[in-house]
């Protein structure tokens, strides 16, 4: 067996760990996210025509074409996407889209009449987009964050992505496009601006709930008075600093850089410290979504 062969074998046997132990956990979360993602199809999407992509999209347009119920043509479509993703790709490949897509396609079909349960509405169409946009966008970021999704064109996506070797994240926004224009075709284009909203939404709400919303900052920097800028971090921000010796691809010369996670309101204050002390540091700064470990900090009251 190669060391490739290796590699994946304990890949898996640690993904399937991790999945073992957090299974009622990722199972009451799949259930959930399912239910509220078919929910707010029926609630928002079905009766205002929003096409979004996706199997749902493709169902909404059958509708206005020929009647076919939506859940109908979900349920059928996912069982056709599941198909190809198994002759495709394989079981494991597809395992978390095929739970999350049946599941789905159950709840859809059993909130059907959700709006008449709620005897729900909005005086404005926007007011559907914006809601559409909020609450299909937290659904579906549950699923994404356990590792599933409620299938369709997903199924779809990684097959193309697998055959043409191109990004999944590209494919899946080419096909969302054309089933968006496919629906401004029938619907009007005015719809197509409600679908961009709900699209540019619920993508933010999947950032937000997958990634969290970043609350430190990481600083990598360069400096020349490595010791000043080490010691201000650790006695004033009070914060760990990791260093490292760095090598210039152009100079060839080695330098110091350091290092260090801080609170996202210490951020100004020391970017402008670190100026202070060396005009000339460079100075790189991202967003930390999780910090676990390290040394704990303490705040600073200025």
Known sequence: MGWLSRQREKQAELFNLIRKKNLIKTSILLVFGSFLSAVSVNLFFVPNNFVTGGVTGLGIVVNKLIG?????????????????????????????????????????FLTEDVATWLNFSFDSILLYALAAGLVNGFAEAIVYKIGYSTGGTSILGL????????????????????????????????????????????????????????????????????????????????????????????????????MCVVPTEKYTYLKSAIKEIDKDAFIVVSDCYEVLGGTKRKKLTI
């Open 68 to 108: 076919m119920n939506v859940s109908q043509f979900v349920f059928f479509g996912n069982l056709f996407m599941i198909g190809l993703g198994l002759i495709f790709l394989g079981g494991k490949k597809i395992i978390g889209s095929i739970f999350g897509s049946l599941l789905y396609s159950l709840f859809l």
């Open 159 to 258: 097959i193309i992505a697998d055959k043409l070797k191109k990004p999944i994240g590209k494919v899946m926004r080419i096909i969302s496009i054309i089933i968006i224009i496919l629906g401004g075709y029938i619907f009007g284009y005015t719809m197509v601006m409600y679908a961009i909203i709900i699209v540019a939404i619920s993508t933010f709400m999947i950032d937000r709930v997958t990634l969290g919303i970043s609350d430190s900052k990481m600083f990598m920097v360069q400096t020349s008075k490595t010791d000043e800028v080490r010691d201000f971090i650790m006695e004033v921000i009070q914060s760990g600093v990791t260093e490292y010796i760095v090598k210039g691809g152009y100079s060839g010369s080695k330098k110091n850089m350091l």
